[in-house]
T-cell receptor, first 113, second 116 residues
C-alpha cells in the first residue's frame, strides 16, 4: 500500500529536550515536505526537499532542522523544542512529475511543556 | 506572494442539503488548485484538483469544484451532503508545471458540521 508514515503519532516533551519525528514514504517520490497545522492558520510549510541531499526552508523554518540522506526518509528535528512549537505536524510527499499532488502522512501531535 | 482565502471558518448544513465551500486565491501565474479533506484525527486526503482544461472538475465522494479565473475562485460543491462529510476542508494553490518546487499554500480551512 502506497503511504506516508510518521512516528510517533503523539509526543509530549519538555522544553529543550531534543526530539526527532520520522517520516517515510514508499512511493519513490522525489519531493518531501513538512507542514505544521495550527488553529486558524491552516497548514504552513516548514521545510521541503526536492531530492536526496537537497533541502530548503519553507515559510516557518525557525527552530527546526531536516535531513534527506535517503530518498524515502525525511526526519524533522527539533534541537531545543519550545512551547510555541506545540502543534500538529504533517509530512507529505509527491513525485515531481505528478503536478503537485501531495500525499500526506497521518500527522504527529506534539506538545512541548 | 500567493495566498488562499477561505472566508467561512465554520459551516453547518443539514444532511441531504447542498453544500458550497468558498475558496479565493491570489497567484501571479497559472495556478494548480486543490481541495483536501481532513477527517478528525486523520491526515489530509485529496478530494480533487484542477490543472487545466474543463473548469468543472469532479472528485471523490461526490464532490466537484469549479475554477473561475475571472473571480479567482475555486469553490467546492456537493449536491447532497452525508453525515460522514463532516470534516475540515482545505483549499490549496501551487505552482503550475512539473519538475518544479512543489510548494503548496493552504487556506485556513472550513470546518463542516452536518446535522441529522
Amino acid at each position: 500500500e502506497a503511504q506516508v508514515t510518521q512516528n510517533p503519532r503523539y509526543l509530549i516533551t519538555v522544553t529543550g529536550k531534543k526530539l526527532t519525528v520520522t517520516c517515510s514514504q514508499n512511493m519513490n517520490h522525489e519531493y518531501m515536505s513538512w507542514y505544521r497545522q495550527d488553529p486558524g492558520l491552516g497548514l504552513r510549510q516548514i521545510y521541503y526537499s526536492m531530492n536526496v541531499e537537497v533541502t530548503d526552508k519553507g515559510d516557518v523554518p525557525e527552530g527546526y532542522k531536516v535531513s534527506r540522506k535517503e530518498k524515502r526518509n525525511f526526519p524533522l528535528i527539533l534541537e531545543s523544542p519550545s512551547p510555541n512549537q506545540t502543534s500538529l505536524y504533517f509530512c507529505a510527499s509527491t513525485a515531481l512529475a505528478n503536478y503537485n499532488e501531495q500525499f500526506f502522512g497521518p500527522g504527529t501531535r506534539l506538545t512541548v511543556l | 506572494a500567493q495566498s488562499v482565502t477561505q472566508p467561512d471558518i465554520h459551516i453547518t448544513v443539514s444532511e441531504g442539503a447542498s453544500l458550497e465551500l468558498r475558496c479565493n486565491y491570489s497567484y501571479g501565474a497559472t495556478p494548480y488548485l486543490f481541495w483536501y479533506v481532513q477527517s478528525p484525527g486523520q491526515g489530509l486526503q485529496l478530494l480533487l484538483k484542477y490543472f487545466s482544461g474543463d473548469t468543472l472538475v469532479q472528485g471523490i465522494k461526490g464532490f466537484e469544484a469549479e475554477f473561475k479565473r475571472s473571480q479567482s475562485s475555486f469553490n467546492l460543491r456537493k449536491p447532497s451532503v452525508h453525515w460522514s462529510d463532516a470534516a475540515e476542508y482545505f483549499c490549496a494553490v501551487g505552482p503550475a508545471g512539473t519538475g518544479t518546487a512543489s510548494k503548496l499554500t493552504f487556506g485556513t480551512g472550513t470546518r463542516l458540521q452536518v446535522t441529522l
